[in-house]
């Protein structure tokens, strides 16, 4: 009955190379988002999609490319990945309205070597 | 520059006391305030939120305050637990769908 699941778990890759993470939810809302945290445990925001349509995009690199097949799905494919991606990647939902509340994944912990 | 800052990396107290956490901003005028748990390796849990026209929220043992004339808002756990242990997270909302998040404060709660 996971509410916002995220494949796969673990991922170590070396630098150079493209890798994707997948985020399903089934709980029906219609924004996802992607954040990234860091070894200082900031978490902070790189995309959101309402709708499959991109709404936020804060300062990425554009190496990092969100897709929304449909409302339930947001992926990340990162190229080219750097040292400096290492992070934890979490993907989230949230229901429609101002306020509401963000529902997390458990994160993708990426090592890039 | 916008910053959202969490009083202390990590904080520890006795079992049964209350913890009182903080979270102040600068350069933000946010419409809500939210309060997460994170515990390791998983994602933040949302547990309040409160709006800028409210003084204080309460749910069981959290209370949230918040006060826009400080940019700051408090939580409190009150008879705290070894279970309450993890980081909170305090996020701030500003514009639709668009939040941001404090340092956390890793609490630990000490038998």
């Known amino acids: 009955d996971t509410a916002v699941s995220q494949t796969p778990k673990y991922l170590v890759t070396q630098m150079g190379n493209d890798k994707s993470i997948k985020c399903e939810q089934n709980?029906?809302?219609?924004?996802m988002y992607w954040y990234k945290q860091d070894s200082k445990k900031f978490l902070k925001i790189m995309f959101s999609?309402?709708?499959?349509?991109?709404?936020i995009n804060e300062t990425v690199p554009n190496r990092f490319s969100p897709k929304s097949p449909d409302k339930a799905h947001l992926n990340l494919h990162i190229n080219s990945l750097e040292l400096g991606d290492s992070a934890v990647y979490f993907c989230?939902?949230?229901?429609?309205?101002?306020?509401?509340?963000?529902?997390f994944g458990n994160g993708t912990r990426l090592t890039v070597t | 520059s916008q910053k959202i800052e969490q009083n202390s990396e990590a904080l520890n107290i006795q079992e049964g006391k209350t913890a009182t956490l903080t979270c102040n901003y600068t350069n933000y005028s946010p419409a809500y305030l939210q309060w997460y748990r994170q515990d390791p390796g998983r994602g933040p849990v949302f547990l309040l939120l409160i709006r800028e026209n409210e003084k204080e929220k309460r749910k069981e043992r959290l209370k949230v305050t918040f006060d826009t004339t400080l940019k700051q808002s408090l939580f409190h756990i009150t008879a705290s637990q070894p279970a309450d242990s993890a980081t909170y997270l305090c996020a701030l909302q500003t514009g639709a769908n668009n939040l941001f998040f404090g340092t956390g404060t890793r609490l630990t709660v000490i038998p």
């Open positions: 989230a939902s949230s229901p429609p309205g101002y306020n509401s509340p963000l529902h």
């Open positions: 709980l029906g809302h219609d924004t």
């Open positions: 999609y309402n709708n499959k349509e991109l709404i």
